[in-house]
């Protein structure tokens, strides 16, 4: 007759139990299949994909220094590589990576928006069609992918850590999008949303601040050497200091909510170096009167927030341009 064992001894190991008693290294060489398995390798990103896919005569054309003179630049219209288009100058398969890199730069619910202005704005004409590059190459930290054409400009680095924020260096966005003199409602244009925000901020102003919101010189100049240009002084307007902490609070989660078409990690990138520097209480907040305000409704169609580390001008006359430089980025 059988006698069954009622001692520990008796009783099922776990894994855990094995690796006790006999070492990690023991049980690994013992049971290979308990071995923890390789990690995935990571995946490239888009504009990694779109840069492996190169070939030797595309590289030598659009692949630009890091410190390339360009690389600061920014117009309302422009194109880094103006030889070198994305109809004529990659694959089909490449184009597609352009798009989809574009895409993913701006918030979902914007996309549609984004690629209809593209399209727009290349006015029927195909020699309007954008313009890509890149600055540096993988072995640079600061390694860039930048998207240029008509009334836009975009960029991101190109390794996964060095994802998020726009990098220190302008970018572009503007449209008009039924005539190019656009009437004081914006019809159709993807970004007077912004513009609206702008005067649901100026709304929380008393009387006097609003006195010195408005000023009377002209706003920036659109060259594109002046249009960035970041001063330490002479700055227009009301200055963030004066501003209530309520106020403050209140504008950057407006400034929050302006950015919101774009990649959110570019948004919040954005915002923390903002917040972690103190930077608004350095800056100075403008609108413009005249013919920069049209219907003469006071709904203020360009603005400035700008100060010594940064440069936000939307001109809404005659139809909508934003610069966005953050320079401590």
Same mark, same amino acid.
């Given at each position: 007759?059988?006698?069954?064992?009622?001692?520990?001894?008796?009783?099922?190991?776990?894994?855990?139990?094995?690796?006790?008693?006999?070492?990690?290294?023991?049980?690994?060489?013992?049971?290979?299949?308990?071995?923890?398995?390789?990690?995935?390798?990571?995946?490239?990103?888009?504009?990694?994909?779109?840069?492996?896919?190169?070939?030797?005569?595309?590289?030598?054309?659009?692949?630009?220094?890091? /410190?390339?003179?360009?690389?600061?630049?920014?117009? /309302?219209?422009?194109?880094?590589?103006?030889?070198? =288009?994305?109809?004529? #100058?990659?694959?089909?398969?490449?184009?597609?990576?352009?798009?989809?890199? !574009?895409?993913?730069?701006?918030?979902?619910?914007?996309?549609?928006?984004?690629?209809?202005?593209?399209?727009?704005?290349?006015? &029927?004409?195909?020699?309007?069609?954008?313009?890509?590059?890149?600055?540096?190459?993988?072995? %640079?930290?600061? !390694?860039?992918?930048?998207?240029? &054409?008509?009334?836009?400009? =975009? @960029?991101?680095?190109?390794?996964?850590?060095?994802?998020?924020?726009?990098?220190?260096?302008?970018?572009?966005?503007?449209?008009?999008?039924?005539? #190019?003199?656009?009437?004081?409602?914006?019809?159709?244009?993807? !970004?007077?949303?912004?513009?609206?925000?702008? /005067?649901? !901020?100026?709304?929380?102003? /008393?009387?006097?601040?609003? *006195?010195?919101?408005?000023?009377? =010189?002209?706003? @920036?100049?659109?060259?594109?050497? *002046?249009?960035?240009?970041?001063?330490?002084?002479?700055?227009?307007?009301?200055?963030?200091? %004066?501003?209530?902490?309520?106020?403050? #609070?209140?504008?950057?989660?407006?400034? =929050?909510?302006?950015?919101?078409? #774009?990649?959110?990690?570019?948004?919040?990138?954005?915002?923390?170096?903002?917040?972690?520097?103190?930077?608004?209480?350095?800056?100075? $907040?403008?609108?413009?009167?005249?013919?920069?305000?049209?219907?003469? %409704?006071?709904?203020?169609?360009?603005?400035?927030?700008? &100060?010594?580390?940064?440069?936000?001008?939307? @001109?809404?006359?005659?139809? $909508?341009?934003?610069?966005?430089?953050?320079?401590?980025?």
């Amino acid at each position: 007759m059988h006698t069954r064992l009622n001692t520990p001894v008796a009783r099922s190991f776990s894994r855990r139990d094995i690796f006790r008693a006999i070492g990690a290294s023991a049980v690994s060489a013992a049971f290979p299949s308990l071995q923890a398995a390789p990690a995935a390798p990571v995946a490239d990103s888009l504009t990694m994909q779109f840069y492996k896919s190169l070939s030797e005569e595309q590289h030598a054309k659009i692949v630009l220094p890091s /410190n390339h003179e360009k690389r600061g630049y920014v117009s /309302n219209w422009w194109y880094i590589c103006p030889e070198q =288009r994305l109809h004529t #100058f990659y694959t089909k398969e490449q184009q597609d990576l352009v798009r989809q890199i !574009f895409e993913s730069l701006h918030h979902p619910d914007y996309r549609e928006k984004m690629n209809w202005q593209v399209q727009k704005d290349l006015m &029927g004409q195909i020699k309007n069609t954008p313009s890509v590059g890149f600055f540096g190459t993988p072995q %640079d930290e600061d !390694f860039e992918f930048i998207y240029t &054409g008509h009334h836009v400009t =975009r @960029r991101t680095f190109v390794h996964p850590d060095h994802a998020a924020g726009f990098g220190g260096r302008p970018i572009f966005y503007g449209n008009f999008a039924k005539a #190019f003199r656009e009437e004081k409602d914006h019809a159709g244009n993807p !970004f007077w949303y912004q513009g609206l925000l702008f /005067n649901e !901020f100026v709304g929380v102003l /008393n009387g006097k601040q609003r *006195e010195k919101l408005l000023v009377a =010189r002209q706003p @920036r100049p659109e060259k594109p050497t *002046e249009v960035i240009t970041r001063r330490a002084n002479d700055l227009p307007g009301l200055a963030g200091a %004066d501003l209530t902490q309520d106020q403050q #609070f209140r504008l950057l989660a407006t400034m =929050r909510r302006m950015l919101v078409c #774009f990649r959110a990690a570019d948004v919040e990138a954005t915002m923390q170096i903002l917040e972690s520097q103190n930077l608004i209480s350095r800056l100075f $907040i403008s609108c413009y009167g005249g013919e920069f305000d049209i219907g003469g %409704d006071k709904v203020w169609d360009t603005w400035q927030i700008e &100060g010594p580390d940064m440069v936000w001008y939307f @001109r809404g006359y005659p139809h $909508i341009h934003g610069y966005f430089h953050l320079a401590a980025a």
